[in-house]
């Protein structure tokens, strides 16, 4: 039907034309099941089998040190230097996926953790360790894992996103629970070789997964995402290195982010740093054979899977700041009572404490993770990257730490409880978090600024 144009009133301006309405989704069928949780499917699946190498360094230990005769110290240092090159790639990794894309870098991370943990194989000095364990798998892993979770769930998920943060988190405990008896056994009756062999197997195929089923963006699908509104995908970020220390300055002239890197650097100290690598030997040093203390590992990351989606169903709903704080002071409280548990054979308190410090495992992220969003917006995933960074940091200082002090004291006792003194001011740093709007004016006032 054609239009009859509108006559200009006489005294006053011409009318104009009113602008086009924005273009909206491509029209299509609404899927029974929105793809956000097949997206949020594929992302678990390739975490967990990627993350056959957190079930190592712990079961590595006593191999290492009897065949090769290199001390826990040394030992440490290659875990500790693939925690930290963990931690600093993060932040970079948020960022090529928002230049190139997920399905790529993930990808090529695979790749890379399978090289590092495959090029094991054949070491015999501890700089080829410290090469393919620390260097390599350092990167690949840095490259995927919470910076992943992170775009994941910023980019699918409105509704939800406390809830599926936590389930991407417990895939890492979850790879942790298939793979951590397994490598045990194969550790005991094969040797060490085999299990670093089969964690590259592991990693390389989740790679399938990833190019076939990993979608980039609701938009790629003309969906809106889960519990939002329809965008459209936002072209390439460039200047990848330049918009990610820039949000590394920004976010550090404000007080919350040291107070959430600080207590995050002490929650990698006391889990990946402490526990993760340690407790197996520990362990062993009080008569535990290994494959036992491996399977009380395994149970940690069965109950760490409760515990993160409980803590991403809590963070939709309470205080990340005081659930925050009850994590820390709880974790402390159990670190305190670990030495006297220590036996030949699992007792009673022993399967307490593993219940209860699984609970606790990684049930900080979700609520870290919303603090972020709280207070750096769409830089949220970048500067959970930077917090994530000082995570692995804390984790690497204690994996060489904890195996120095045992070199020289022939005891973990000390590491246990400055690991549960430290805990208590991570609790602390976490409750006086200001809220948003007490803080708003020293994140808008650093942006200014910058």
């Known amino acids: 039907m054609t239009q009859t144009a509108a ?3 006489p005294q006053g301006p011409p009318e104009r034309p009113a602008p ?3 273009p909206g989704p491509p029209r299509r069928p609404a899927p029974r099941v929105h793809p956000a949780w097949w997206v949020a499917l594929v992302s678990f699946v390739t975490i967990m089998c990627a993350a056959a190498f957190t079930a190592v360094p712990g079961l590595f ?35 090529l996926m928002d230049r190139f894309g997920m399905r790529p870098v993930v990808t090529l991370a695979l790749v890379v953790i399978t090289g590092g943990a495959l090029s094991t194989v054949w070491m015999s000095e501890p700089w080829q360790f410290l090469l393919g364990w620390g260097l390599l798998v350092g990167i690949g892993s840095g490259s995927m894992a919470l910076a992943f979770t992170a775009t994941v769930t910023g980019r699918w998920f409105v509704a939800r996103r406390g809830l599926v ?53 609701p938009a790629d699908m003309g969906l809106a995402p889960y519990g939002g509104e329809y965008a459209p995908k936002p072209a390439p970020v460039r200047g990848v290195a330049k918009r990610t220390v820039t949000a590394l300055f920004d ?6 982010f040291w107070l959430l890197a600080g207590a995050f650097a002490i929650c990698g100290a006391t889990t990946n740093g402490l526990v993760r690598t340690h407790f197996v030997p520990g362990a062993h040093d009080h008569g535990m054979p290994i494959t036992v203390a491996a399977g009380l590992l395994a149970v940690i990351g069965v109950v760490d899977v409760i515990g993160t989606i409980g803590s991403g169903w809590l963070t939709d709903r309470f205080s990340p700041r005081v659930l925050l ?43 870290t993770l919303a603090l972020c969003r709280e207070f750096y917006g769409d830089d949220a995933p ?3 990257g930077w917090v994530l ?35 208590a001011g991570a609790a602390l740093m976490s409750l006086v978090i200001r809220r948003q709007r007490a803080a708003l004016s020293d994140v808008q006032s650093a942006r200014a600024d910058l």
Do not use: K
């Open 7 to 9: 006559v200009p009133a």
């Open 20 to 22: 086009a309405a924005p």
């Open 61 to 95: 230990v006593e191999p290492l040190n009897a065949e090769l005769g290199w001390s826990r110290a040394t030992i440490g240092l290659a875990v500790g230097l693939q925690s930290v090159l963990y931690g600093l790639t993060a932040p970079f990794a948020a960022a």
């Open 165 to 217: 943060s936590g389930v991407l988190t417990a895939a890492t405990a979850s790879g942790q629970l298939v793979f951590l008896p397994l490598l045990a056994w194969i550790v005991e009756n094969q040797g060490w070789r085999p299990a670093s062999a089969t964690v590259a197997i592991a990693a390389l195929a989740a790679v399938p997964l990833v190019v076939l089923l990993l979608r980039d963006h």
């Open 251 to 256: 976010a550090a002239r404000t007080g919350p």
């Open 325 to 367: 704080g009850v994590y820390y002071t709880l974790r402390g409280v159990a670190l305190l009572f670990l030495p006297s548990l220590m036996a030949p054979q699992v007792e009673l308190p022993m399967v307490f404490f593993i219940v209860f410090y699984g609970l606790d495992w990684v049930a900080t992220v979700p609520p």
């Open 382 to 384: 970048i500067v959970f």
């Open 389 to 423: 960074a000082a995570h692995q940091i804390g984790a690497g200082v204690v994996a060489f730490a904890g195996g120095l002090v045992r070199d020289v004291t022939g005891s973990y006792d000390a590491v246990w409880y400055g690991a549960g003194a430290l805990c």
